[in-house]
């Protein structure tokens, strides 16, 4: 059992990653919409990645007995600047996330809630390989910004990522 205040942290953290989920859906049909087939594809992967984190932290509410309480997603933003702009925003979202998760841990050892923290340093660990994969695109986007050449070969490589196997 999770305490009453944990059920519902847990719940908003499975709001934000339905909401992160979102979110890259809306900045692939961004991309396609700039025929960036290939940066489509990285946020699409990106997209059904953090819906499979949201069904994570879904499965184990349920596992812990508690209640699933599923709210409102709030509508993304759906027009980015430049691909650069696109990119930051992958950034800043992804430390924003760590933050939540970084709330959660801190709740779990205020609570004494070591199943809920061993749980949750999955997500903590992910977050790491989230913003380091953040950072190296946003410094990709920053060389080739500007550069058609250089966007080409961006966007062909981002489309060659497949969903992994976690």
């Known amino acids: 059992m999770v305490s009453e205040n944990m059920e519902k942290a847990l719940n908003a953290q499975l709001n934000a990653e339905v ?3 979102y979110l890259y859906l809306s ?10 087939a290939g940066f489509a594809n ?3 992967v990106q997209a059904e990645e953090e819906l499979e984190h949201g069904m994570k932290f879904y499965d184990y509410i ?4 508690a209640s699933v309480t599923l709210s409102a997603i709030e509508g993304p933003q759906t027009e980015w600047d430049s691909p650069l702009a696109a990119f930051e925003h992958v950034l800043e979202h992804e430390k924003m996330v760590s933050g939540l998760i970084n709330d959660l841990v801190n709740l779990a050892i205020e609570e004494k809630d070591h199943a809920t923290n061993n749980f949750l340093q999955w997500f903590v660990e ?3 390989e989230e913003e380091e994969n953040a950072m190296e695109l946003l410094a990709k986007a ?3 910004d500007g550069d ?7 966007n062909k490589e981002l489309g060659e990522r497949a ?4």
């Open 19 to 21: 909401y992160s989920g």
């Open 148 to 154: 058609n050449r250089l966007m080409y070969e961006l």
């Open 62 to 65: 349920i596992r812990r007995g």
């Open 27 to 36: 900045m692939a049909a961004y991309f396609e919409d700039e025929d960036l």
């Open 126 to 128: 992910e977050q790491v």
């Open 142 to 144: 920053k060389f080739a």
């Open 42 to 44: 990285w946020m699409r």
């Open 163 to 166: 969903p992994s196997n976690d």
